[in-house]
């Protein structure tokens, strides 16, 4: 992220502690990937529905049940994409640049550092978005 997107943040109506406290609810429990990957992609969509997208496949061929395969939210001028490996015991996450619908940079980070940074930019988006910024609201517990 960019120095501007840190003077952007510090002024949000959140402070550093809440940023914190957001990426801390976004945790991942790599243990339980379905669950997690359940869980963020529930959350994501309450904060911003319009920009996610959640991708899901059926666990077998006569089941009724479905697991999420790919989670994907754009947030300005980035995508964030979480998908399920080869095997289901890994994920891939991965922060994309995109400028006029083109990907000029795709990093793949730790799954750590995704959090951050997507927590980051959910509170930029706080900024543009009533609805966002209510959701995070009552995430965080504030008025």
């Not at 990426?23 to 429990?29: D, E, G, I, P, T």
């Amino acid at each position: 992220m960019s120095a501007e997107n840190n003077d952007q943040i510090d002024n949000l109506g959140f402070a550093p502690s809440q940023i914190e406290l957001l990426a801390a609810s976004l945790r991942f429990n790599a243990s339980d990937i379905s669950n997690s990957m359940l869980a963020l992609a529930t959350l994501l969509e309450s904060i911003a529905p319009q920009n996610c997208q959640v991708k899901k496949k059926k666990r077998g061929l006569r089941s009724k049940s479905t697991s999420i395969e790919e989670i994907s939210i754009q947030l300005g001028e980035y995508r964030f994409l979480m998908s399920v490996g080869n095997g289901t015991n890994s994920i891939r996450t991965t922060r994309l640049k995109i400028v006029r619908d083109i990907v000029i940079k795709t990093d793949d980070l730790p799954v750590d550092q995704w959090i951050a940074s997507l927590a980051e930019m959910l509170a930029l988006e706080s900024q543009r978005s009533e609805s966002a910024r209510i959701a995070i609201s009552k995430l965080l517990g504030a008025n």
